[in-house]
């Protein structure tokens, strides 16, 4: 994998957030891709919003080892911190001055 011009990766967890809407496409495509699957997603996690993976420590982990083989921020707080060494930006251009 080339990093060339990443920075940083912001994550905060390894898993699925289902707003109203995404919950129904993504359902239907558990019908039709894994068959009886949608059924263990509604008995494991309901209508959360937020459904975390099963195996979110060991991603996370394999995430950071990834991130810091490559010397790229991922601690969120490291990510914010290099944004605000920016410059500020410049004048908002205009069409019409």
Do not use: W
Not at 48 to 67: D, G, R, T, V, W
């Amino acid at each position: 994998m080339h990093f060339d011009e990443v920075k940083g990766i912001i994550c905060f967890d390894m898993g699925l957030t289902l707003r109203e809407g995404d919950r129904e496409y993504f359902y239907a495509v558990l019908d039709k891709h894994f068959p009886d699957l949608k059924e263990k997603y509604i008995n494991t996690y309901g209508n959360a919003y937020n459904l975390p993976s099963p195996n979110s420590k060991h991603l996370m982990e394999l995430f950071q080892s990834i991130c810091k083989e490559n010397n790229l921020l991922y601690k969120p707080q490291d990510c914010f911190r290099y944004l605000n060494e920016f410059p500020e930006p410049n004048k908002q251009l205009t069409l019409f001055d």
